[in-house]
């Protein structure tokens, strides 16, 4: 059974940072491309970022590039997501997710997630 479990969403100032993480199991990691998605209260799901499966290319929505850095180690089936400059616009679930395919910025790309974790930037 395949399992994505996020930690490190909390309450943070804007203008600061947050780690999330991701731990996979029951998949070959390895074997799949990685996504951080997120929802904003009232909005739609969108892919921020997305690592390719052995690291060496990267996706950033606009909305997060240069403040963004996802992340991968396949030795610990674990992906991150380093976030900084947070802003208020920041705060939503975001939810780890994988995908077979080699590009993957939409969301139907992705076939499993996690149960996300709530990320909350205040002003």
């Known amino acids: 059974q395949v399992q994505l479990v996020e930690s490190g969403g909390g309450l943070v100032q804007a203008g600061g940072s947050l780690r999330l993480s991701c731990a996979a199991s029951?998949?070959?990691?390895?074997?799949?491309?990685m996504g951080w998605i997120r929802q904003a209260p009232g909005k739609e799901r969108e892919v921020v970022a997305s690592?390719?499966?052995?690291?060496?290319?990267?996706y950033y929505a606009d909305s997060v590039k240069g403040r963004f850095t996802i992340s991968r180690d396949n030795a610990k089936n674990t992906v991150y997501l380093q976030m900084n400059s947070l802003k208020p616009e920041d705060t939503a679930v975001y939810y780890c997710?994988?995908?077979?395919?080699?590009?993957?910025?939409?969301?139907?790309?992705?076939?499993?997630w996690g149960q996300g974790t709530q990320v909350t930037v205040s002003s």
């Open positions: 997710a994988a995908s077979s395919w080699l590009i993957s910025t939409t969301i139907d790309k992705y076939a499993y």
């Open positions: 029951g998949l070959t990691f390895s074997a799949y491309t």
């Open positions: 690592i390719s499966r052995s690291g060496g290319s990267t």
